[in-house]
Structure formats: C-alpha cells, structure tokens
C-alpha cells in the first residue's frame, strides 16, 4: 500500500530532527579548527583510543563467555533452581554501571568498607581496584545479561536433534559445543558481543568513578574545562562514527529480534549432571550472584543504614527522584505518541523509505549518549539559544536515543496484525483515520506501552546527557549518585540507588521470567 503523505511528511520531520545531531557533529569536525594529522598524533588522543578499545574487547570477551555459559546451563542441562538461577544472574540488568562502580569504589578503595571491617584483624589498608581492572569488572559484572538474555533465547529455539545424534556417536561435551551448538548461535553471540560494545564505548558513568581514561571521561573532562574545545568536538566526533560503524554491524549480524535460528525447536531434553558437577555448578552460580548482585546490594545497605543511624537528612534526594519521574514520564509519553504512526508506516505500508527509516531509528539507540548530549549542547547555543539549558532540549536528546525502544515494542505487536484486517476495513468504506482508532491501534497498544515502559527506565537512569543538559536547578537520582559518589560521600548516594534500583527491578524482573518460560 501507498503511504499516505502526511504519514510521510510527519516522520521524515521527525528523521531530519533526530538525525541533526549526528550531522552538525560531522559539520563542526569538518570545519575543525586544528590540524587534524597532528591531533591525532598527540599522545593523549592515541591512549584514550587504546584504552577505549582495549577496555572494549575485554569487556566484550569476558561478558560474551560468562553470559554464554550461563545460557548453556540454565537452557541444557538440569541445574537445580534453575529457573531462580535464571532470574537472579538476568536481575544485574537493574544495576546502572555507575551504581556498579559505586558499590565497588566504595568498597574496595583503600580506606573502604572492607578495611574498615576487617581493620579489627590487622587489615589497615587493600589495594584499590581502579583504573582498567575495576572498569573491567564492573561492565563485564552489569553487562553479560544481554548476552545471556539473547543467546537464551536462541537455544531454546535451537533444534537439539544434532546435538542429541552427536551425544549418541559418542562425541565429547566440549567438541560438541565448538563444532555443533556454537556456530549455530554465531549470530546471537555476534549480535549481543556488538550491544554489549556499544554499552561499554558509551558508558560514561563507570570509568568516570573508576578514574579510568576513556573518550566518554575525557569528553566531559575537556566540556567542564572548555566547552567549546577542539577536543570535545574531536573526541564527541570519533565516538559517535565508530559507535555508528558497531551499529551497522549489529544490524547486519540481527538474526531477527526473536532470535531465529537454524533448526526446527522441539522440546528440550536437559542433560543430567552428576553430584560432584552440580556442586560445581551452584558454586559457579553463587560466585555470579555474589559478586554481580549481592556485594553490590550489601554494600548499598550499609551505607544507607549507616547513613540514616548518623542522622543523615534523605530530604533532599527527593528532588533528584521527583526530577526522575518527571523527565521519564514526559520522554516516555511522547516517546509513546511519535513511535505510533513510525510503526504504522514502517510495518503496515512497505516500501523502500519505510526500510530506510526502520535502519536508521534502530541505528540510533547505538548513539553514544554523552556525544548526543554535546552535540545538542551545540545546536542550542549557536542555532537555538532559546532552549539551551531547557528542559526540552533534555527531552529531545532523551527521545533521540530512547525513541528505538518504543518503537520495537509497537513493531513487535504489528507483525501481529494481519494485513487483511486492514484491507476489509477499506472495503467496508471505513477511512485510514478511523481503520487505524477502530483496528489498527487496538491490536498495537500493548506493544507501545510495553516499548513507553523501556523508555520510561532507561530515561530513569540515563546520565551523561543529563549532567550536560539538564536546565539549573533541576536534577535527577543519576545525577545525584553520580555527583556524591564522585565526592565520596556514599551514604548520601545510596538513597537515591535504592530507590532507582527499586523502581527498575520489577520489570527486569517480569522480562527475564517471561525470556525463561518462552
């Protein structure tokens, strides 16, 4: 069918203002002012790109192994609790990467929480963890669940008939898995490493506790010093294109977002463990759960407790809540009404555009936050010097990330709804306004909502942009933890962790039951 012209002028509207941001940064770094060859010489620019990159595949390796095995387990073999197993190792998703950070900081530091535990023992002083090695705990610790969220999936949906026939010509577990299963979830495994790149080349608030330099830290480090310096908008540039060349990628390896794999699924037979293997196992589970979940959850109880026995006042972290749930409610409403007619027109009326358009908003949720958020900064002190500093241009740069979210919730539904529907509302005489009020939006509600809930959390613990764009006064609980963490005060920021990661739990929660019981 023929999209319909204002379908089409109103979401190629809404292309051009969500594509802005990218194009003036490539605009203001092909007018850059400093010779480019010698820039990218300087030292500081070649370790801030090895050090970004080396953190990448670190990150990526280690959270692609743990995230695989504990799909392989939960998915292939009988685990006692195995669905409780699941559910816990998936819940980290809750935990923001500068709560991780936190946690650990404060924990782990050398006059932290465990010196001041064990002092009683003779322990005055532990070496801290930041830097590389912490920066690689924390996101490998808050992001294997992509991982293991994905290739879960795939295995559930994965024919065992091949693995069950090699089992039987006796082939060994370990061959069976690098020759059979494995290159079968090749694309599952590709698609989850890129997202979970993508998450560590963006991630601003980790490195920036862990005093780790990556161009995430030095582009807010240069904007604090000089906001208009060369090398934020180098830094913000280069970022932004290689997050942009990971995206493509990613898309190119999306084996459909349910995950589609060769083989016809059956009903999966779990392989029996012997005693000695299960307790190998569970030991390997609770060390996870440990380490990803608990230290992290113990940790932020002691300092809110310790925090409300010293009288400290929490009064004040109500602002950053009330913030939060204002900015998230607003990006996610809107978020909601702009990504209807984008999914009526991308999956109801096919054509060239409407592929195009689907790329390229998908492509968007690959955007380092920090560089969009410099870039808006931009656009509205030299373009629209009305609104900087305002709380629409915050809402703006929140909808141009998030907006993917919302959209693959009401596409999701879409693929639902049959095509003939539509057509024998046409035959009946019923106008495209009113097929779409009567049918259309009926069949698709709960997949919006659903995508307005993504957005709504992610809006809730989104940072970098809000540090860089929030209008005075106004403030969020990311701001908040992020702002005492960075002065050490931990009992202060810990009000506002629980809270946030009350609010996130509940969904992660229902997200991941429901990934276990497809």
């Not at 969500?18 to 990218?40: K, Q, T, V």
């Not at 609790?81 to 991780?100: D, H, K, Q």
């Not at 465990?114 to 532990?126: A, T």
């Not at 990803?292 to 940790?299: A, D, N, R």
Request: charged letters at 10%; a positive charge; hydrophobic letters at 50%.
């Amino acid at each position: 069918m023929k999209t319909p012209k204002p379908l089409l002028i109103g979401n190629t509207l809404i292309l051009i203002v969500f594509l802005m941001p990218i194009f003036y940064m490539f605009w203001r770094f092909a007018n850059f002012s400093r010779d480019i060859s010698s820039f990218l010489q300087s030292w500081d620019v070649l370790t801030l790109l090895l050090n970004t990159l080396f953190l990448f595949f670190s990150v990526v390796f280690t959270s692609l192994a743990l995230g695989l095995l504990i799909s392989i387990l939960t998915v292939r073999y009988e685990v006692p609790g195995s669905r409780i197993l699941f559910a816990l190792t998936i819940l980290p998703l809750v935990i923001p990467s500068y709560i991780g950070a936190l946690t650990y900081v404060s924990a782990f530091s050398p006059k932290g929480l465990f010196v001041e535990i064990f002092s009683k023992y003779g322990i005055n002083e532990i070496a801290g963890i930041e830097g590389f090695i912490g920066s690689w705990i924390v996101l490998t610790l808050f992001t294997y669940p992509y991982v293991q969220l994905i290739c879960s999936s795939a295995l559930r949906n994965l024919d065992s008939t091949v693995e069950d026939a090699a089992r039987s010509l006796g082939v060994k577990k370990v061959k069976m898995y690098t020759s059979v299963v494995l290159p079968r979830l090749k694309k599952p495994m590709i698609y989850s490493s890129l997202l979970v790149g993508l998450y560590v080349i963006s991630d601003f608030g980790a490195v920036s506790l862990m005093k780790y330099g990556t161009m995430t830290k030095a582009i807010y480090s240069y904007y604090v010093i000089n906001i208009n310096g060369d090398p934020v908008i180098f830094y913000s540039t280069i970022l932004i294109f290689v997050a942009l060349v990971i995206s493509f990628a990613q898309r190119g390896s999306e084996v459909s977002r349910s995950a589609k794999v060769s083989g016809t699924p059956k009903e999966i037979v779990k392989i029996k463990l012997s005693q000695k293997n299960k307790l190998l196992v569970l030991a390997f589970f609770g060390l996870v759960i440990l380490f990803s979940l608990i230290l992290p959850v113990g940790v932020l109880s002691y300092w809110l407790i310790r925090g409300l026995a010293n009288g400290n006042s929490v009064s004040g972290a109500f602002f950053g809540v009330i913030g939060s749930l204002t900015a998230a409610s607003v990006t996610s409403i809107i978020a909601m009404i702009i990504a209807t007619p984008i999914v009526v027109m991308i999956s109801q009326y096919r054509s060239r555009f409407g592929d195009f358009f689907e790329k390229i908003t998908l492509t968007l949720y690959g955007l380092p936050h920090i560089a969009v958020g410099i870039s808006m900064l931009f656009i509205t002190i030299k373009i629209f010097p009305s609104i900087y500093q305002t709380f629409t241009t915050l809402i703006i740069s929140y909808l141009i990330v998030f907006l993917p979210q919302a959209v693959g919730g009401g596409q999701a539904s879409m693929e639902q709804v049959k095509l003939t529907y539509i057509e024998a509302s046409s035959g009946l005489g019923l106008s495209k306004l009113d097929t779409f009020f009567k049918i259309t939006f009926p069949l698709i509600y709960r997949g919006l909502f659903a995508g307005a809930a993504l957005v709504f959390l992610s809006t809730m613990k989104e940072l970098p942009q809000t540090l860089l764009l929030r209008p005075t006064g106004f403030s969020t609980m990311a701001v908040d933890i992020w702002s005492n963490a960075s002065e050490a005060l931990f009992t202060q920021a810990a009000f506002s962790a629980f809270i946030l990661l009350a609010i996130s739990a509940l969904p992660t929660y229902i997200l991941s039951t429901r990934n276990l019981n497809k």
